[in-house]
């Protein structure tokens, strides 16, 4: 029979796993992107997301001010000084509000070009 110290205990549920060095590409304004420095690019789509509230829900704005703080990390080796560092739960937040910003923005320029395209009739042949 196993004794207490040999069977692993249940991660508690507010247990959001290792902090891991992320890499984060430039979507918001990809002519922007800075190869390398990533903390940059992620606080530069954070900010142009905030920047842009018509395209987020509420709670998106907030937990999006909360993850700029919390993402930057001092770190002398990073040619900005800062290293991005994230649990996989704090990343998957950042990456799918960016995810739902994105489509939210493409969905109304579509419909801003649908609205603005004359209806064209096909040709009878």
């Not at 987020?56 to 800062?82: C, H, I, M, Q, T």
Request: proline share 7%; hydrophobic share 30%; aromatic share 8%.
């Amino acid at each position: 029979m196993l004794d207490e110290s040999q069977v692993s205990k249940p991660r508690r549920m507010n247990d959001e796993g290792p902090m891991l060095r992320r890499e984060c590409t430039r979507m918001v304004r990809p002519s922007l992107h800075v190869e390398g420095d990533h903390a940059s690019n992620y606080v530069a789509d954070i900010e142009d997301m905030i920047s842009q509230p018509e395209f987020l829900e509420e709670k998106d704005v907030k937990r999006l001010a909360y993850l700029a703080r919390k993402g930057p990390v001092p770190d002398d080796s990073e040619p900005s000084g800062f290293a991005l560092i994230l649990t996989g739960k704090k990343w998957g937040s950042f990456v799918g509000t960016r995810r739902r910003f994105l489509q939210a923005r493409r969905d109304q320029f579509l419909q801003t070009l649908r609205n603005r395209t004359p209806n064209i009739s096909k040709p009878d042949y």
